[in-house]
C-alpha cells in the first residue's frame, strides 16, 4: 500500500512563515497530481494550491503571492512553503496525491494532517 505524511505545522506569529513537507511512502510507482488542502474548524475543507507532475501550478485566490507549492519527484515528497501567514490561514492542513502503485493501480491518496495556527 501507500501512504502520505506530513510535517512541518505548528505555531507561528502572524506575519511569519512555516514550510510543510509531504512524504509519500509504499510501492509507488509514479505520482501524478499533488496537492494541499485546508480545513478550518467550522468550514469546509478547501483546496489550497496544487502541481502536476510536470510542475503546473493552481493557487487559491486567498493564498496568491504568499503560498508556493512544489514537490521532488525524486523524492516522492510535496512541499508547501508559506510566508506572510495570517490568522486565517489557521486550520489543519492536509497532502493529496493522485499515486499509480507498482500494480498500475491509481490511489487517490490523503494524509492525515497537521495543524497551522497562526496567533499572538
Known amino acids: 500500500q501507500v501512504q502520505l505524511v506530513e510535517s512541518g505545522g505548528g505555531l507561528v506569529q502572524p506575519g511569519g512563515s512555516l514550510r510543510l513537507s509531504c512524504a509519500a511512502s509504499?510501492?509507488?510507482?509514479?505520482?501524478?497530481?499533488m496537492g494541499w488542502y485546508r480545513q478550518a474548524p467550522g468550514k469546509q475543507r478547501e483546496l489550497v494550491a496544487d502541481?502536476?507532475?510536470?510542475?503546473?501550478?493552481n493557487y487559491a485566490d486567498s493564498v496568491k503571492g504568499r503560498f508556493t507549492i512544489s514537490r521532488d519527484n525524486a523524492k516522492n515528497t510535496g512541499y508547501l512553503e508559506m510566508n506572510s501567514l495570517s490568522p486565517e490561514d489557521t486550520a489543519v492542513y492536509y497532502c493529496?496525491?493522485?499515486?499509480?502503485?507498482?500494480?498500475?493501480?491509481?490511489?487517490?491518496?490523503w494524509g492525515p494532517g497537521t495543524q497551522v495556527t497562526v496567533s499572538s
Open positions: 493529496y496525491a493522485d499515486i499509480r502503485t507498482i500494480a498500475r493501480v491509481y490511489l487517490p491518496t
Open positions: 502541481i502536476t507532475s510536470g510542475g503546473s501550478t
Open positions: 509504499g510501492s509507488i510507482f509514479s505520482i501524478n497530481a
